[in-house]
Nanobody, 122 residues
Framework: QLQASGGGLVQTGDSATLSCTAS??????????MGWFRQAPGKEREFVAA???????????RYTESMKGRFTVSRDNAKNTLYLQMNSLKSEDTAVHYC????????????WGKGTQVTVSS
Protein backbone atom coordinates (compact mmCIF):
# COMPACT_ATOMS: atom_id res chain seq x y z
CA GLN A 1 0.00 0.00 0.00
CA LEU A 2 1.26 3.46 -0.90
CA GLN A 3 0.02 6.51 0.94
CA ALA A 4 0.82 9.91 -0.50
CA SER A 5 0.53 13.11 1.48
CA GLY A 6 1.67 16.71 1.49
CA GLY A 7 -0.57 18.16 -1.15
CA GLY A 8 -2.70 21.23 -0.71
CA LEU A 9 -3.16 24.78 -1.88
CA VAL A 10 -0.01 26.81 -2.48
CA GLN A 11 0.85 30.05 -4.23
CA THR A 12 2.82 30.48 -7.44
CA GLY A 13 6.50 30.40 -6.64
CA ASP A 14 6.05 28.46 -3.42
CA SER A 15 7.63 25.16 -2.55
CA ALA A 16 5.98 21.97 -1.37
CA THR A 17 7.13 18.52 -0.40
CA LEU A 18 5.13 15.39 -1.05
CA SER A 19 5.67 12.17 0.86
CA CYS A 20 4.74 8.63 0.02
CA THR A 21 4.96 5.95 2.66
CA ALA A 22 4.93 2.33 1.62
CA SER A 23 3.43 -0.47 3.63
CA UNK A 24 5.03 -3.59 2.27
CA UNK A 25 4.94 -7.19 3.28
CA UNK A 26 7.93 -9.28 2.40
CA UNK A 27 9.37 -6.69 0.03
CA UNK A 28 12.53 -4.72 0.56
CA UNK A 29 11.63 -1.11 -0.01
CA UNK A 30 15.22 -0.15 -0.67
CA UNK A 31 15.35 -2.32 -3.80
CA UNK A 32 12.22 -0.96 -5.38
CA UNK A 33 12.03 1.64 -8.08
CA MET A 34 9.76 4.34 -6.72
CA GLY A 35 8.34 7.22 -8.64
CA TRP A 36 5.95 10.12 -8.90
CA PHE A 37 3.36 10.78 -11.57
CA ARG A 38 0.72 13.43 -11.88
CA GLN A 39 -2.53 14.03 -13.68
CA ALA A 40 -3.82 17.49 -14.37
CA PRO A 41 -7.49 18.16 -15.07
CA GLY A 42 -8.41 17.05 -18.55
CA LYS A 43 -4.97 15.58 -19.22
CA GLU A 44 -3.42 12.18 -19.18
CA ARG A 45 -1.23 11.02 -16.36
CA GLU A 46 2.41 11.97 -16.87
CA PHE A 47 5.69 10.87 -15.38
CA VAL A 48 7.37 13.28 -12.97
CA ALA A 49 10.37 11.58 -11.38
CA ALA A 50 11.65 8.26 -10.12
CA UNK A 51 14.52 6.65 -8.27
CA UNK A 52 15.85 3.30 -9.43
CA UNK A 53 17.95 1.10 -7.21
CA UNK A 54 21.42 0.56 -8.58
CA UNK A 55 22.74 -1.82 -5.96
CA UNK A 56 24.05 -1.22 -2.47
CA UNK A 57 23.03 2.35 -1.53
CA UNK A 58 23.14 3.72 -5.05
CA UNK A 59 20.03 5.20 -6.65
CA UNK A 60 19.62 6.68 -10.07
CA UNK A 61 17.15 9.52 -10.47
CA ARG A 62 15.15 10.23 -13.58
CA TYR A 63 13.04 13.29 -14.27
CA THR A 64 10.77 14.56 -16.93
CA GLU A 65 12.90 17.18 -18.69
CA SER A 66 10.59 20.08 -17.93
CA MET A 67 10.83 19.39 -14.20
CA LYS A 68 14.57 19.05 -13.92
CA GLY A 69 16.03 21.70 -11.68
CA ARG A 70 12.73 22.46 -9.97
CA PHE A 71 11.82 19.06 -8.56
CA THR A 72 13.95 16.69 -6.50
CA VAL A 73 13.04 13.11 -5.76
CA SER A 74 14.55 11.42 -2.71
CA ARG A 75 13.89 8.54 -0.37
CA ASP A 76 14.40 7.47 3.22
CA ASN A 77 14.60 3.71 3.22
CA ALA A 78 14.54 3.52 7.00
CA LYS A 79 11.08 5.08 6.86
CA ASN A 80 9.92 3.34 3.65
CA THR A 81 9.21 6.81 2.34
CA LEU A 82 9.64 8.53 -0.99
CA TYR A 83 9.68 12.32 -1.27
CA LEU A 84 9.18 14.90 -3.97
CA GLN A 85 10.49 18.37 -3.27
CA MET A 86 8.85 20.86 -5.62
CA ASN A 87 10.18 24.39 -5.95
CA SER A 88 9.08 27.44 -7.89
CA LEU A 89 5.63 26.00 -8.35
CA LYS A 90 3.57 27.16 -11.31
CA SER A 91 -0.12 27.02 -12.02
CA GLU A 92 0.52 24.25 -14.54
CA ASP A 93 1.82 22.07 -11.69
CA THR A 94 -1.75 21.82 -10.43
CA ALA A 95 -2.57 18.13 -10.53
CA VAL A 96 -3.26 15.03 -8.54
CA HIS A 97 0.12 13.55 -7.73
CA TYR A 98 0.53 9.81 -7.39
CA CYS A 99 3.37 7.69 -6.14
CA UNK A 100 4.03 4.30 -7.63
CA UNK A 101 6.39 1.40 -7.24
CA UNK A 102 8.09 -0.72 -9.82
CA UNK A 103 10.66 -3.45 -10.10
CA UNK A 104 14.14 -3.10 -11.48
CA UNK A 105 13.47 -0.57 -14.20
CA UNK A 106 11.95 2.89 -14.26
CA UNK A 107 8.98 1.54 -16.17
CA UNK A 108 6.52 0.03 -15.94
CA UNK A 109 5.26 0.69 -12.46
CA UNK A 110 3.20 -2.13 -11.04
CA UNK A 111 1.35 -0.54 -8.15
CA TRP A 112 -0.14 2.90 -7.65
CA GLY A 113 -1.23 4.65 -4.53
CA LYS A 114 -4.06 7.10 -4.12
CA GLY A 115 -3.10 10.54 -5.18
CA THR A 116 -2.70 13.79 -3.34
CA GLN A 117 -3.96 17.04 -4.84
CA VAL A 118 -1.59 19.93 -5.37
CA THR A 119 -3.24 23.19 -6.38
CA VAL A 120 -1.08 26.15 -7.31
CA SER A 121 -2.91 29.42 -7.17
CA SER A 122 -1.77 32.62 -8.80
Amino acid sequence: QLQASGGGLVQTGDSATLSCTASLSGRAFNRLTMGWFRQAPGKEREFVAALRWGGSNVYYPRYTESMKGRFTVSRDNAKNTLYLQMNSLKSEDTAVHYCAKGGGSYFPMDYWGKGTQVTVSS
